[in-house]
């Protein structure tokens, strides 16, 4: 299963390279909808799932977030077509936004295994001069 799974991985990331900078696999496929209103509530249910060792959808859960990510970010390049930068420049910050948080949330999780780069009040102080 192991050599499978490390196969398939090897073949996903072989077609998205291959994708480069031209080409975009446009299908929707884990797509759940509200994605500019669920991106942050579906990342939270995600990681609050890998708090629970015992929690089976977590990847799911996270795909999931990742295709708001997506949407996003397709939408982004849809205004840029329509020539309405407002709202493109918009949906990559929310896109930005959304990636920043799991690459905290990620790090907080590395922390807690002790391979950590950044203590967990290192991760949050930065957040101090936008509360301002």
Same mark, same amino acid.
């Given at each position: 299963?192991? %050599?499978? !799974?490390? %196969? #398939? ?9 291959? !994708?480069?900078? @031209? =080409?975009? !696999?446009?299908? $929707?496929? $884990?797509?759940q909808?509200? #994605?500019?209103? *669920?991106?942050f509530? =579906? !990342?939270?249910?995600? &990681?609050? @799932?890998?708090? @629970?060792?015992?929690? =089976?959808?977590? %990847?799911? /859960? #996270? &795909?999931? *977030? ?6 996003i970010?397709?939408? &982004?390049?849809? #205004? ?9 420049? =918009?949906?990559? +910050? ?6 920043s &948080?799991y690459? %905290? ?6 922390? +807690?295994?002790?391979? /950590?780069?950044?203590?967990? @009040?290192?991760?949050?102080s930065r957040?101090e +001069?936008?509360k301002?």
């Amino acid at each position: 299963m192991k %050599d499978q !799974l490390s %196969d #398939y991985i090897n073949e996903v990331l072989g077609f998205y390279e291959v !994708l480069g900078t @031209d =080409r975009v !696999l446009n299908d $929707h496929l $884990h797509s759940q909808g509200g #994605y500019n209103e *669920w991106v942050f509530p =579906r !990342l939270q249910r995600a &990681a609050l @799932d890998q708090v @629970d060792n015992n929690c =089976r959808a977590t %990847d799911s /859960r #996270y &795909a999931i *977030w990742a295709a708001d990510v997506k949407e996003i970010l397709l939408d &982004a390049e849809s #205004y840029l077509e329509q020539n309405n930068v407002e709202a493109s420049i =918009r949906n990559i +910050k929310l896109a930005i936004n959304a990636l920043s &948080a799991y690459i %905290d949330i990620k790090a907080l999780f590395d922390a +807690k295994s002790g391979m /950590r780069f950044n203590t967990p @009040d290192e991760i949050i102080s930065r957040y101090e +001069k936008f509360k301002k």
